[in-house]
């Protein structure tokens, strides 16, 4: 489920808003807002397209957490999805080239520490 949109990283480029397939995202003025929040279907998809690393959807589905976005970014995980399947410019190998069960094992753990 979506849970941050990074103020500070968003550059309001709307690509969150235009690929969510559930319209979970509506602009408040120049930048993004989580507006229907239960409507999130954990597709990674604007966390995937988001080109500032701006946002965070938990890999733990319809169950909302709190989250800090400072603990986010120290641990890496704000973001990581584009990395993750290679959308990243400058990452040697994407999810399609390795095995990600260690990704997720992290991912989880790290989130349920948060």
Partial sequence: MIE?????RCIGCRLCVKVCPTHVFEM?????????QEDC??????????PADA?????????QVSVDEQELIA???LGSWRAE????????????ERDTTPFFEVFTETHRKL
């Fill in 4 to 8: 941050l949109v990074s103020s500070d």
């Fill in 28 to 36: 408040a003025g120049k930048l993004p807002v989580i507006a229907r």
């Fill in 41 to 50: 279907q954990t597709c990674f998809m604007c966390e995937a397209y988001c």
């Fill in 55 to 63: 946002l965070y959807v938990s890999p733990l589905g319809d169950i």
């Fill in 75 to 77: 641990s890496g995980l």
């Fill in 85 to 96: 399947i290679g959308w990243t410019p400058g990452v040697e190998a994407s999810m399609a």
